[in-house]
């Protein structure tokens, strides 16, 4: 009897399904480690070695996320109305700071339902039917003429955009290499700014129009790319595990798959037997301080205002600000932002700063830049500065400058880093679209005030209310801010307060590259 019971758990194992196959393949002392005393120092030992795969594919993934960024920049681009004020609608102020600011408010409203649409139908297919809609929600807006139908369709582009790059977004964090999704968020990152910079030269010179048309034909050339490429593998692992595998090797290669197979089916495994404690693990003390911390970081992130200088100029309705022309001057800010994004980027790559100075130093000197220009606005206002003085100095492009530059140090990559820093992998997810929906909220609440504040009332007062929440964002950066570099998410949760709960992810959330952010 003894002996029959023994054949028959091997005959049990002679049939065992090739995933279970590779995935006991894989080298399972990398992988049961505790999830407390993991730090990044040994995950980036550990990776450094590693083989990330075949490129080629990759980077076709990267390409798609790319223009998809690059997209979603001349959404942005487009905001900045004063490249053709006489091809835009006659506005009054406040419909001005309507037309502006509801494209934010549609991108704060996309982020929850795409977060759905992607768990239903998969990155891909996602991008796949939110392209029509995207391309003729531009058409529509070619063809308005009506005011309030030019508003409502702001909100429609902003909404349909962002759920766009959030498809586009998510299918490149699945299908990279952890190793190669460093630089390439990096690139998804400046794709926007230069689409941002080239909307703008090309509305400048071409008219509304014409813009729109261009805008229009990226998603279209972008929808060709990605017939080629196979859906997110982390998707198809929850409805295929066979079809998961064939689209890792297609992205990875067929030998560079049973390392990333073995994370998956450990991040689904742990999903499957802690679906019923995430909500739990969501509303626990640390967790939930550990989002507090992460949304007033967005929202002092917000309310420095970057969006505002992005989406709006103020040489609109201040032209004694203009040093060589609206145009130059403007091209000039942007171009500053594109080469600070650039540098500091790469340099993030090779080298982990942390998160609590650049954020200190970066609201720091945000403050004394918004300070500076509530001073100069001030002075011109009552006449003892004017435009001679500007265009001797370029007092103007300097303070915008200084400001561009504080920005990008901490504020630009820091509020992205701590969310996965500060919080299990069982709910990132949920808690990046949670603030991201409350950020996008921030600059739309921004933008609407403050556009209609220095375009009705004065100037100088728009960029004194950002100076005074700045000075306080200085201080909740110094006080608050906890230092995660080189501690292990034990570390940070005793620190943050409340029972430790929850764990680092396997393959996609967890922290084992010191630039894992996203381009939002």
Known sequence: MTFHKHESRKSKVSFKDPIEIISSASDDSSHYESPYTMTEEILQKRYSQTNTGRFITQFCAAIVACLSSFSFGTLLGWSRIDFSPSSAPSMTCTEESWVVSLMPLGCSLAFIPSFYIMNSLGPKKTMVFDTTIYIL???????TGNQKSFIVSRFVTGFVGTIYFCS???LLMDA??????????VLVRLSLLL????SYIFGYFKGRAQLIIFCTCIPIVNLLLLMILPESPAFLYKKNERQAMEALQWYLGADNIYNVMHCLQSDADKYRSASDTNRYILFSKCVTKALLLVTFTNFFKAFSGYYVFVLYSLLNDET????????????????????MNALVGCIRCIINFGVRKPLILSSTIVTCALLAETAYLYMIYLEILDQTFNQKFGVQIIILTLFVVGYTLGFEYCPDVLLYDYLPFQVQTIAKYITRTLYWFFIFILTRSFIF?????????????LSAVSTIGVMYCYIFIIETKGKNLL??????????IGNRGAYRSRIDVPLMQDAL
Do not use: W
Not at 137 to 143: A, D, G, P, Q
Not at 176 to 185: A, D, F, G, S
Not at 491 to 500: A, D, H
């Open 137 to 143: 929600s531009f058409l529509i807006v070619v063809r």
């Open 168 to 170: 586009a977004e998510r």
């Open 176 to 185: 990279v290499h952890r190793k190669n999704l460093t630089y390439m968020l």
């Open 195 to 198: 689409g941002l910079l080239a």
């Open 320 to 339: 004694r600000l203009i040093v060589f022309s609206e145009f130059t001057d403007s091209t000039i800010f942007l171009t500053t932002i594109l080469v």
């Open 453 to 465: 504040i220095t375009s009705c009332v004065k100037h100088h007062f728009g960029l004194l209310m």
């Open 491 to 500: 570390q940070i949760q005793i620190e943050i307060g409340g029972n430790p």
